[in-house]
């Protein structure tokens, strides 16, 4: 594959660049996706959107955190992909760039990335179900309950049917409106409100770009698919 020479010309002359990435970005570092198939889409019989949804935390917290550690074990092996690697070098190539993400893993992190917007939050915290205090647990490992106020904590990630982190949606939709390139790697394009920002920037007159295998919802609204895998194709743009 090649980029095509007007997303590389544009690409060349970008000073506001977003780019929103999803489980796919990672899944060239051996991170399940949740909805390509693969192992992590059951758990004990249970669908994922059943297994990380609010009211299950609320029903059996204790199995909530048995498939959020059983992850965190898998994931602590796992290293970033050259995707990863690339989108983190974008930060210093652009005037403003912003970084989206529905991952919760922490490998954008890993591979150098410094700030970013997390939208579904990360699998390496917990917070308390009371007090709302944070806990990080990447070098820790997970307390039983809350120091500051001794009730039960939970993964701080968003589960189906939660609120996105309070401004985090804003913000990106903000950057979204302003932003001239838009990327959008690796995600199927089906969680919103995620899935709007590349709509809101196609409607502020962006140029959006979509990385994926496989076509999404969407895939007719871009400006360029590039159909292919993260890891083959963000590093393309080096040459
Ligand atoms: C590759 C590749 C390679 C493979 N290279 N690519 C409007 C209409 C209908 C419903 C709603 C709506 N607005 C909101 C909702 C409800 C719901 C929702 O969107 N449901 C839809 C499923 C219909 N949204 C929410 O509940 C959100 N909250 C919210 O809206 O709050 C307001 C509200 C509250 C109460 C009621 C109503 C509104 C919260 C969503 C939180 C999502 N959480 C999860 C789980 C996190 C915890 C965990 O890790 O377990 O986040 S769900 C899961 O999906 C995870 C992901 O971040 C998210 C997105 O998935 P993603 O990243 O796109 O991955 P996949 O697997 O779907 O796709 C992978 C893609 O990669 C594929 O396309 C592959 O082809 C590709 N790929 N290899 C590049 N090598
Ligand atoms: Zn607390």
Redesign the pocket.
Known sequence: MQIPAELRERFARARRVLVL?????S??SGVP????GGN?AVWRGMP??V??S?EMVERDLPAVWE??DY?RNLLAELNPNP?HYEIARWQERFAEFTLVT???DGLHQKAGSRKMIE???N?WRARCTACDTAYSMVQERRPDACFECGDLLR?D????????PPGAFELAAACASQCELCFV???????????ALPEIAKAAGAYVVE????R?PLSSLCDEVLT??????LPLFQR
């Open positions: 990435t999803g489980a796919g970005v899944a060239e996706t949740f909805r390509g992590s994922f959107d297994i990380s609010a498939w959020f992850r995707a529905q991952n919760v939208l579904h939050g699998i993964p990630v968003v589960l189906f049917g939660e609120m996105l790697v690796g995600t199927s394009a089906l969680v919103y409100p995620a899935a990385v994926n295998p496989e999404t292919g895998k993260a890891g083959e194709v």
